[in-house]
């Protein structure tokens, strides 16, 4: 049911808010600065023994996956990286003990991260689920997990159901955190802020006018870039997957620090960037990439934060609310969806069902 909605990526871009409320129901613990996550099924005690984490999915699962270990590694002080569950299963990965697996996914049921989770646990490895569909087959090959309770989503490219995935990093983070040096003042600074995304995602849904104008300008272009740096970069993969997905646009994503070394050569009036600016300890940095890329002509839309000042330069924003810095990708993603989105619209495309894609890669 369409609810009104002329597509389910919109109807489950706008059932955001709720669906972060239900991620966090009853996880949230203000007292201890704590997140309750009892179906992880580990003692603080084993939360305790990992000394790495990784993280399995595919696609956009991967890419959100990217976020968490940034979360992660950020929160809690533990090495952590994302993998392509679909490599990890191919290349013989050396399985460790004190490693947490966390398998990403939003339907349970995509064969290669089902297949990682078979080969994490045949060499003894544990791997929890980070999954949506309840009793999937992802879900029940876990020794414990987190489920994203976004309900059922419908559209090929991946919504809530992404948004959910990089709340409960944020929510596993703070319990990797907590069992070691993060303190209950910085667990309850990190609860206050999840708390309060609902409302922030809110708000950014409230500029869908204006960004799908933003929409129409980038989407006239037959190539694109999307650029960020560290917790930014996998933000503007994810960007620049959407943007490919469903406005069959060639999107490409680099680190903005990459582009120097590189990507820059490509950069002329014709082919605009996609940038994510938050303040952060990197605006500066960021700042001077934007100012190159207008110096060779390039185009730029910021996706940024109010208080990061442009200065000369005449670059059109996209401003997200501030959240505390290890979440800012929760927010700066969700605009990203929308400027997908409006780009397919105005070009007219199947936007729940793009060309040559499926919703749930379940066969070889
Ligand atoms: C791809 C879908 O095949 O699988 C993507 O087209 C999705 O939208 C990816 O992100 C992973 O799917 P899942 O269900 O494992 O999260």
């Known amino acids: 049911d369409l609810g009104g909605y002329p597509h389910y990526m919109a109807k489950e871009i706008q059932e955001q808010p709720e669906s972060v409320e239900r991620m966090i129901r009853g996880r949230l613990d203000d007292r201890f600065g704590v997140a309750r996550l009892d179906g992880l099924n580990l003692t603080p005690r084993e939360l305790r023994g990992f000394s790495r984490v990784k993280i399995l999915g595919c696609g956009s699962a991967y890419y959100v996956g990217q976020i968490g270990a940034t979360m992660i590694e950020e929160l809690a002080r533990i090495p952590a990286d994302a993998e392509a569950a679909s490599e990890f299963r191919y290349r013989n990965p050396i399985i460790e003990a004190d490693t ?115 929409a129409k300008t980038v989407a006239a272009a037959q190539s694109l870039f999307f650029v960020g740096r560290v917790r930014g970069f996998p933000v503007a993969r994810e960007g620049a997957q959407k943007f490919k997905e469903i406005s069959y646009r060639h999107a490409e994503a680099y680190q903005t620090s990459e582009l120097k070394h590189g990507p820059l050569a490509l950069i002329d009036e014709s082919l605009p960037t996609v940038a994510v600016v938050p303040s952060d300890e990197l605006t500066d940095r960021n700042l001077a990439a934007v100012q190159q890329i207008k110096a060779r002509g390039g185009a730029v839309l910021a996706v940024t934060h109010e208080d990061v000042d442009f200065g000369e330069l005449d670059v059109p924003r996209i401003v997200v609310p501030r959240t505390e810095p290890e979440l800012d990708p929760i927010l700066l993603t969700v605009p990203l969806q929308l400027l997908a989105y409006h780009a397919a619209l105005s070009l007219g495309y199947d936007i729940d069902k793009p060309r040559n894609l499926a919703k749930s890669v379940t066969v070889e």
């Open 100 to 214: 947490l697996y966390i398998a990403v996914s939003q339907s349970g049921e995509t064969i290669d991260t089902a297949f990682a989770v078979e080969e994490i646990k045949r060499k003894g490895g544990r791997v929890v689920g980070l999954v949506n569909v309840v009793g999937s087959t992802i879900a029940r090959a876990c020794e414990g997990g987190v489920y994203l309770h976004a309900g059922p989503e419908i559209a090929v490219a991946s919504t809530k159901a992404l948004t959910n995935m990089a709340v409960g990093f944020a929510l596993i983070a703070l319990s990797l955190g907590r069992v070691r040096d993060l303190s209950n003042a910085d667990g309850r600074r990190i609860i206050d802020a999840i708390r309060a995304l609902p409302g922030q995602i809110k708000t950014i849904l409230d500029a869908e006018p204006e960004i799908a104008e933003h």
